[in-house]
Each structure stands twice: as C-alpha cells, then as structure tokens.
C-alpha cells in the first residue's frame, strides 16, 4: 500500500474510536492486531491482543467519556508505518480509573504509531497525556505546584 493508503487507514482506525462504530473494526485491523499503550486500568500493564479485546478496551473508555472523538494534528507516514498526533476531547460522564464521573470536559494529546501489513492495521504504540487528563479531573498534580506543597 502507499503512504497516501496507509495514512488513510490510520485514519479511519481513529474515525473508529470517535463513533463507536466497532463494527468497522474487522476491516481496519487485523485479527491478531496487538496494541502496546498503558491502559486505563491500575495495575494493567498487558498489551491488547486482538480486535476483540481492542473494541471492550474502547467501549470501556467511551463509557467513561461517550462524546469522545479525536481530531488529527500531524501525519507521517513511512513504509509501513503512520504515526499520527491527535488532540483527543471527551467530558467524563462515567466512572475512570475508579474516578467517579466530574462533568467536566477534557483535552489532551496523544500519538500513535501504527504497523499495516495487507492492508490491515497489525500493531499500535499508543502514547497520551495520562497526566494532562488526571490534572483536568483533578486528581494529579497541578502545574506549578511546588515540590514542598505536593509532599504535604
């Protein structure tokens, strides 16, 4: 596939994420698709394996934040691989990491770099500002904050 094809795809695996429309899932990603990212939930530092356990993991994090949706900063691809900047937003209507809901609405980064083998999606690094987000629900530290105030 190209890089104009590539993209595309990575693309259309975010468009995913955005509408809940896991249905799509099967023709994006591969069946042995494996995901590399911290999860959302403590203690899990497995990786995702399948397009079974990438859509529970998303139907999960739209529970949390149902009006999720991503939007595409920056796109690079080469060879086989896209990686792709996103600004992600959402307003925490369900519980996350054990954090009941806030009503607030949130936005952070986040990159991810996608392998594509015929034309499938076959494995992701995902990284995101786990941090941005937890400052925004209020429970990380703020920026700012002096180390004396935060060992208090």
Do not use: C
């Not at 307003?91 to 609405?105: D, W």
């Not at 990284?127 to 990380?140: A, E, I, K, S, Y």
Request: net charge negative; hydrophobic share 35%.
């Amino acid at each position: 596939m190209s890089a104009e094809e590539n993209k595309r795809l990575a693309r259309e695996g975010i468009r995913i994420w955005s509408t809940g429309d896991f249905d799509a899932a099967e023709e994006v990603y591969a069946p042995d698709y494996i995901n590399h990212q911290h999860h959302h939930h403590p203690g899990d530092a497995e990786d995702l394996h399948g397009t079974e356990a990438m859509k529970t993991f998303a139907t999960e994090f739209r529970k949390a934040f149902p009006d999720f949706r991503d939007s595409i900063d920056i796109q690079i691809a080469e060879g086989d691989m896209v990686a792709t900047r996103a600004t992600s937003r959402g307003t925490h209507r369900g519980v996350f990491m054990g954090i009941e809901p806030t009503n607030k609405e949130l936005s952070w980064t986040g990159i991810t770099i996608d392998r594509i083998s015929e034309g499938k999606i076959v494995e992701s690094w995902t990284n995101w500002d786990m941090m941005g987000m937890m400052q925004q629900l209020g429970v990380g530290p703020t920026l700012g904050q002096s180390e004396e105030a935060s060992s208090t």
